[in-house]
């Protein structure tokens, strides 16, 4: 049987559809029963069936910093899928993302160990790998991590993630990682997913940046994790991108998609600067979340390029054009806004 962490999000709802469409038995995480119906929802978009297949699940309440919830999670699963994470760039998020992220990873490694599972794939992030000095240059798995570095919380906690499988596999766990770029997928419109992005340039965005960065369809991303765990492959990592692209390309992309107008005006650096500002000084003032840092500012205007070859190499894999996948979330998010239970 398998396990899947993190079985409500993004990436876990679709891995689970995929599972259980191959006839695979699951066992998946949940931590609020509210978040089922999401999984419903992005089962309803590939599947007539969308009830009968959610129902083969077996779902387990509980979270990965719970211990005696985790071990019983683990009874009878030969594999694991890892997607559970919290994901957030504000600053005093800090010791909630080591919390979940790093001590999280660590249960489920130690769990993995005391069970010999058979497998286990973690699924990190792009923000996980070091940077290149050189714009134009492709980031490889290779690429060092610099700690000295100006890095995100989240990159940070990913990171430490990463490091607590690399210990699983020195102690006998064969695991993969995928380091995912911007993951584009339906169903989750708001918070910290891409899916927030289609729903903020269907309503309108002023300003557009030039920042590039790696993109990747959700199906993409669970495809590559399938094989993976399939292959004799282990003890490596892999980037998960189909294409590099600007922010600007991607906003246009979308607001064609969406028959929206696109930005027009771009943001320059010193009014980046400006917004992370007030937004830390707004925060300091009158303890209201932060929605901008410094980090954020900084990856809006970097040119951070990603070489996909490994995986292509690797399993002879084919990317999703990002073109396709724009117009398919696209359209999923169309349809359901015209829905009353999933009004944005």
Not at 230 to 250: C, G
Request: charged residues 25%; proline residues 2%.
């Amino acid at each position: 049987m398998v396990l899947v962490t993190g079985g409500t999000g993004l990436v876990g709802s679709h891995l689970l559809y995929k599972l259980v469409n191959n006839g695979e038995a699951v066992r998946a995480i949940y931590r609020r029963e509210k978040t089922l119906k999401r999984v419903k929802h992005v089962f309803s978009y590939f599947s007539d069936n969308a009830e009968r297949l959610f129902n083969r699940i077996e779902w387990v309440e509980g979270d990965i910093n719970n211990i005696p919830k985790l071990e019983k999670a683990f009874i009878g699963i030969t594999h694991v899928y890892h997607c559970a994470a919290f994901v957030s760039f504000e600053p005093d998020k800090y010791h909630q993302l080591r919390k979940i992220n790093i001590e999280g990873t660590s249960n489920i490694v130690n769990l993995c160990i005391r069970n010999t599972i058979k497998k286990l794939c973690y699924v990190s992030s792009i923000a996980a790998i070091g940077h290149s000095a050189n714009p134009e240059k492709l980031i490889t798995e290779t690429t060092e991590w610099n700690p000295e570095a100006d890095n995100s919380v989240y990159a940070i906690t990913k990171y430490g993630a990463e490091l607590e499988v690399w210990r699983g596999t020195q102690e006998g766990v064969d695991a993969v990682i995928v380091n995912p770029g911007v993951i584009l997928g339906a169903g989750y419109w708001k918070g910290g997913s891409s899916g927030s992005l289609f729903r903020q340039i269907y309503h309108g965005m002023r300003y557009y940046v030039n920042g590039v960065v790696g993109y990747i369809d959700v199906f993409d991303v669970v495809n590559a994790m399938t094989q993976l765990m399939k292959s004799d492959l282990k003890s490596e990592r892999f980037i998960l991108i189909s294409e590099n692209l600007s922010f600007k390309a991607f906003q246009y992309k979308v607001s064609n998609a969406l028959n929206v107008k696109p930005p027009k005006r771009e943001a320059k650096s010193w009014l980046l600067g400006l917004v992370w500002r007030l937004d830390w000084l707004k925060h300091n003032l009158f303890g209201s979340r932060r929605s901008f840092s410094k980090q954020m500012a900084k990856s809006a205007l970097s040119i951070t390029k990603y070489d996909n070859s490994k995986l292509r190499n690797a399993l002879g894999f084919e990317f999703k054009p990002i073109d396709e996948s724009v117009n398919d979330v696209s359209e999923l998010y169309l349809k359901d806004i015209r829905k009353t239970s999933y009004q944005t």
